[in-house]
């Protein structure tokens, strides 16, 4: 096997897009006493060009100390906006109560 093809790479893509939208659309159980928001930016082609990206994850801690990942969001900059949607926007039930934290902070 030399390589793989350009419909292999489109199906496997594909493949990957459904479940990370599964991940990101599952419901949410339990309790989490503490919110980590984080963000770093990414260069990605996006038409033809290369632009700057962020990509911010959502670690919450369960009330026994496990660590999960609750969410992730790409958004253009790190803005203001950027930031609150994941708490404000389609599933901020998620997050009513909950206190946030600042990773940095030991």
Not at 31 to 57: N, Q
Request: aromatic share 6%.
């Amino acid at each position: 096997m030399s390589g793989i093809s350009k419909s292999s790479v489109s199906k496997l893509c594909k493949d990957i897009d459904e479940r990370v939208n599964a991940f990101l659309r599952r419901p949410l159980d339990g309790e989490w006493p503490y919110l980590w928001l984080d963000a770093t930016d990414l260069k990605v082609r996006e038409g033809g060009r290369i632009v700057s990206v962020a990509a911010m994850i959502a670690v919450a801690v369960t009330t026994d100390g496990k660590h999960e990942i609750v969410g992730l969001h790409i958004g253009p900059l790190e803005a203001e906006p950027f930031w609150t949607t994941p708490l404000t926007g389609p599933g901020q039930a998620r997050a009513q109560g909950r206190e946030v934290g600042d990773q940095r902070r030991p």
